[in-house]
């Protein structure tokens, strides 16, 4: 497919985003850069602010057809650029180490992509979402979706893959990327002289015996896929030595191949932590923290990726085993029909979140090529 796009123009906006990279929750100037880009390109509306710094821009086509949207995310990390580019990161401790900035720049491109081949029917929407890493953004844009009444037939997303050929289209039927979530056990006991432990009740024993169970629960129980459970963080006590501790703290990520193994492994994790707290006369307080559904294509939506990639000649690979990380685009599943793919990053392509990666811009083509590909499968472009 000849796409005449302005590549130069995309790869500034890239280098552009990436110098200004913002965390989750911080995005002002991110999303401020990309309404000044689509401001230049005729988009019939804008809105902004959606679900914290969010921007959505609408495309209309001449005649009536489908609505389709692509997302993209905004966000940064906080890790420190290492690595020495014109363009490095401004922000202090803040870098794009996950390829947002070029995720934004691909769907972006599409509005370019528009200029020179006007939409012939139904309606684009444009979707850039703050906060992807903290598995907010995408809950926060639904409501505002359909606070704003936008219906949308299907909804798009990817994500860059290192390790993978450059350019290459990825997907996967079923689970394309896991669910996950922090959960966070608040243990409260009782503190005591550490000569008379007697007088109190300490969590150490529980923290201890749920730290081991909750880590091997995958091996006890029956689950249909791959299932997790890692301890990332604990604390108990003060550091006194003539204190006995009364209050403790254990972090737990929950992950899942599948939605409903989640549920059950949510049930054992709780059971198991009331158990071990109830046994010792412990209180217990449970919450849960960055919530991921699972990104999950069906056979219909894996179909349509797969036409749309071959349709315009772009190579396209199905993936047989699925990510263990987690995308928050499993969220959108519960309000539209959805489909998620990978654009490959490149096997030199440092891993995601590595200090030394830096996304490709050599792939920016191929991501707005799959965006053009998916317009034309609907009809909305010729
Ligand atoms: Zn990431
Ligand atoms: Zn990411």
């Known amino acids: 497919m000849d796409l005449k796009l302005n590549l130069d123009e995309l790869v500034t906006l890239r280098h552009h985003l990436h110098a200004h990279a913002e965390v989750a929750n911080q995005e002002e100037k991110t999303a401020k850069i990309i309404v ?9 509306h804008i809105w902004k602010n959606v679900g914290g710094h969010g921007v959505i821009a609408l495309f209309k086509g001449k005649e009536d057809g489908q609505s389709i949207g692509f997302r993209a995310d905004l966000d940064a990390l906080h890790i420190e650029e290492t690595i020495h580019l014109e363009y490095e990161s401004k ?4 870098s794009h180490k996950c ?12 509005a370019s992509y528009l200029k020179q081949y006007a939409l012939k029917r139904g309606n684009v929407y444009l979707i850039f979402q703050p906060a992807e890493e903290t598995g907010e953004g995408a809950e926060r844009i639904n409501k505002g979706l359909k606070a704003l009444d936008i219906q949308l037939d299907y909804l798009f997303g990817l994500h860059n893959l290192p390790a993978f050929p450059k350019g290459e289209i990825v997907s996967k039927k079923g689970t394309f990327a896991a669910a996950s979530r922090g959960m966070v056990v608040k243990i409260f006991g009782k503190t005591s002289h550490a000569a008379e432990p007697e007088f109190g009740i300490s969590p150490v024993l529980a923290m201890a015996k749920i730290s081991t169970e909750i880590t091997h629960i995958h091996r006890t129980i029956d689950f249909s896929d791959l299932t997790l459970a890692t301890v990332i963080h604990s ?16 972090r737990v990520t929950l992950r899942a191949m599948r939605d409903e193994d989640m549920s059950f ?12 707290c109830e046994d010792d006369g412990l209180g ?21 990726m797969q036409q749309a990639a071959t349709g315009i000649d772009l190579n396209f690979k199905e993936l047989i085993t699925p990510f263990k990380w987690s995308e928050d685009f499993g969220q959108y599943k519960l309000q539209y029909k959805t489909g998620f793919f990978g654009v490959g990053a490149g096997d030199d392509c440092p891993h995601l979140h590595d200090e030394f990666y830096d996304f490709p811009d050599s792939i920016i083509e191929s991501g707005v090529q799959m965006y053009a590909g998916l317009m034309k499968y609907f009809d909305l472009i010729d």
């Open 235 to 250: 604390e108990l006590g003060e550091i006194a030595f003539g204190t006995s501790p009364g209050y403790g703290e254990i």
């Open 99 to 110: 390829g947002h900035d070029g995720h934004m720049t691909m769907v972006a491109g599409v």
């Open 265 to 276: 492994l949510i049930d054992e994790a709780e059971n198991l932590v009331h158990k071990y």
């Open 36 to 44: 000044d880009f689509l401001e230049k390109y005729n988009a019939d």
């Open 284 to 304: 217990c307080e449970i919450s849960y923290t960055e919530v991921f559904p699972a990104t999950i294509n069906s056979e219909e939506s894996f179909d349509i």
């Open 91 to 94: 922000t202090p401790h803040v």
